[in-house]
Every structure is written in structure tokens, then in C-alpha cells.
């Protein structure tokens, strides 16, 4: 779900109760989902390597966020890539996550 002003139309992420750029209510909307990858960086010590990116969304919010489910050397800049909840330990909300679409 994200965030979008009622009087400006953009989208924001993470959610606020007012619009950053006008101040302007907001309310619900359903996300696609789909975005690309505008950055990462890949950790390969320890036991098990991780991508963390900024992803930039069909509606326009750029977001942090970990790439998985793929063969972590192949993720590219403007690659594109769709979201996946991620059950994390301790039993909180699954996260949303992307994958190569
Ligand atoms: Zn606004």
C-alpha cells in the first residue's frame, strides 16, 4: 500500500498523514508492486551475502529495500524487479522484498 495526495496526486513513501511536498491530505492506494532497481550494493562476507537497493516504484517513491530470490551477481542498475513479502524472524509483518520480474 502507499500513500497518495489528494490535492498534488504524487506518492510517497514511507507512509505520512500529510503530503511532504504540499501538505495536502492523503489516503490509501493499492501499489503494483512493480519497480527497478535505481541502486545497490551487494555484502558477500559472512555466511550468507545480501543485496540491499534502492528501488525505485511504478508510482514514483524510491524506497530501501533487500533484492532476493536470484543469483545476487546478476542484479543491474534499471533492472526490473517486482516486490515478495519476506517473513523475518521474531514473527513480525512480513517485509516487502523485491526479485527480478
Ligand atoms: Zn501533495
Keep these: 500500500m502507499l500513500r497518495r495526495c489528494t490535492k498534488c496526486k504524487k506518492a510517497h513513501y514511507y507512509p505520512r498523514a500529510l503530503c511532504p511536498f504540499c501538505f495536502g491530505d492523503c489516503e490509501w492506494e493499492a501499489a503494483s508492486g512493480k519497480g527497478t532497481v535505481y541502486s545497490y550494493s551487494t ?8 543485496s540491499i537497493a534502492y528501488v525505485t516504484l511504478a508510482e514514483g517513491p524510491t524506497m530501501l529495500t533487500n533484492i532476493v530470490d536470484c543469483d545476487l551477481d546478476t542484479i543491474a542498475i534499471g533492472q526490473d524487479v517486482v516486490v515478495t513479502f519476506v517473513q523475518t524472524e521474531g514473527g513480525g509483518p512480513a517485509l516487502p522484498f523485491f526479485k527480478p520480474a
Excluded at 43 to 50: D, F, I, L
Design 43 to 50: 555484502m558477500k562476507r559472512g555466511e550468507a551475502p545480501y
